[in-house]
């Protein structure tokens, strides 16, 4: 029968038609869902993770890693009514005001939701106070804003005032990216961290969520 | 045929590290090579320093343009840095990089424009951002040529950059673009087309490759500048080489000085 190592490897190899059967058949054997989720197709992203952040693995077989477990992920939750999708935390993603590019990052919200984040993307242009609505909405433990302008990438740090003037500073970690941002830039706007891409952006993640202060991820 | 010297740009680390120590000597010679290699304008963009852009983009603007007799290419979102820019750029007619149809940026940008008589980059984007549609790009680029002509500016002085979008995302992103540069050559004639090409091959492997076909391709289609590395030989050598296999070099002359320039020597 067919083991969650199967099921890794089909995640790693972009192969949805496979993820789709190994899951079915691993469900219908009375394996727990959860166990299927976490053994086999996260720990297949997690595979992609790292030969990613190695170049060994490159965006668009990334992209088809996520879309096979994702696919994965429906059958689970169509086998399964009542089924909880286990959560890593809680994110709320999105590109501050004034800025309108989403490429980098919907891929970091891709490969956080992979690796088992519950991730809520705003989308692109959000201001502060929507930033700070979504805290007050969703009660992440992270907020991840995005900027691709030198002009754009103030508004981080009124973003991160407005969540200071709001109260929410100290519930959330807030963590940034985007190609001109650096850690040095983090530090001067009182992020939590920077990441310099969508892997090291996931990793920044656990980290956080794992209760630690201020960690950077080297470039 | 235009090509614009993107190295001085303080996104790159040996850029940024000359101007913190204040030496003008090598923004000089990174100058001073471009122009060397065929670069027709030098771009100069430091919108990474975000505290003092204005006053950086005066120092670096007057040591270009001291250095070489190509005109510059002022590169910034920010009208001060423009502004401060196009002031120092006396030699030639500057090009200013650039505007888009963000109803702000085209506001506070078009009077520089005029004031310095510049070229003028038009990014195809406006208040909803980069289209991902190809009725979307025409809509926005119509727009632009219409509202930059209707302000007096001449097509010939319009360089559309439709946005290079990488394949790694979206792996229609290069079709869809040689669709529309296409498309801008057939209908709005006497405009130019300039992009910078590194962006299409974000995430993937061998960059320099992807980055060397798409600049033949595009050219194929009607791209007709580039903004890129000069001192890079294997691109400068496609450039030249596509430019006279399509035509567009009189008596293969400019080829022909590349070689005797050594550009296609192995060493």
Aim: glycine letters at 8%.
């Amino acid at each position: 029968m067919a083991g969650f190592e199967d099921l890794s490897q089909a995640v790693l190899e972009g192969d949805e038609a496979r993820v789709v059967e190994v899951t079915k058949s691993l469900l219908d054997s009375g394996v727990d869902p959860l166990d299927v989720i976490n053994k086999g197709l996260i720990t297949g992203m997690d595979r992609v993770g790292v030969l990613f952040k190695n170049n060994e693995m490159f965006v668009p077989e990334v992209l088809m890693s996520a879309k096979a477990m994702n696919a994965g992920v429906e059958v689970v939750k169509e086998k399964q009514q009542a089924f909880d999708m286990p959560s890593l935390g809680k994110v709320v993603i999105g590109t501050v005001r004034g800025d309108l590019h989403d490429i980098g990052k919907n891929l970091v919200a891709m490969m956080m939701e992979s690796s088992g984040f519950t991730v809520y993307n705003l989308g692109v242009d959000i201001e502060p106070a929507k930033f700070v609505e979504a805290v007050k909405e969703y009660r992440p433990d992270i907020v991840a804003m995005s900027a691709l302008l030198t002009t754009t990438m103030m508004n981080m740090k009124e973003t991160i005032d407005a969540l200071k003037e709001a109260g929410l500073k100290d519930k959330v970690k807030v963590i940034i990216g985007g190609a001109p941002i650096t850690q040095e830039f983090a530090d001067e706007i009182g992020a939590d961290g920077y990441a310099p891409d969508a892997a090291s952006a996931t990793e920044l993640c656990k980290q956080l969520v794992e209760g630690r202060e201020k960690v950077g991820v080297p470039a | 045929m235009l090509i614009v010297g993107e190295l001085i740009n303080t996104s790159r680390k040996p850029i940024k590290e000359a101007i913190e120590r204040g030496d003008a000597a090598y923004i000089r010679d990174i100058a001073v090579r471009q122009a060397e290699a065929g670069a027709d304008y030098i771009d100069v963009n430091c919108g990474t320093l975000i505290h003092n852009e204005p006053e950086t983009m005066a120092w670096l603007a007057n040591i270009v343009r001291e250095a070489v007799n190509v005109p510059l290419c002022i590169d910034s979102p920010n009208p001060e840095a423009l502004e401060a820019g196009l002031k120092l750029a006396t030699k030639g007619r500057p090009m200013l990089n650039s505007i888009t149809a963000e109803p702000d940026r085209f506001e506070a940008v078009l009077p520089i424009v005029k004031n310095f008589k510049a070229k003028v980059v038009a990014l195809c984007m406006d208040e909803e951002g980069i289209p991902s549609t190809a009725e979307k790009r025409i809509e926005i680029v119509r727009k632009l040529v219409e509202d930059l002509t209707a302000a007096g500016i001449e097509r010939e002085d319009i360089y559309i950059d439709p946005l290079v979008k990488p394949i790694s995302t979206s792996d229609q992103a290069g079709a869809e673009l040689i669709a529309a540069v296409g498309f801008i050559r057939e209908n709005f004639p006497g405009v130019h087309i300039i992009c910078g090409l590194s962006n299409v091959s974000f995430g993937l492997p061998n960059r320099r490759v992807l980055n060397q076909a798409f600049m033949v391709q595009l050219m194929t289609v009607g791209m007709d500048s580039y903004i890129l590395d000069p001192l890079d030989r294997e691109m400068m050598g496609f450039f030249y080489a596509s430019k006279a296999l399509l035509g567009k070099d009189p008596f293969c002359t400019d080829y022909l000085k590349a070689h005797r320039r050594g550009l296609y020597r192995r060493d």
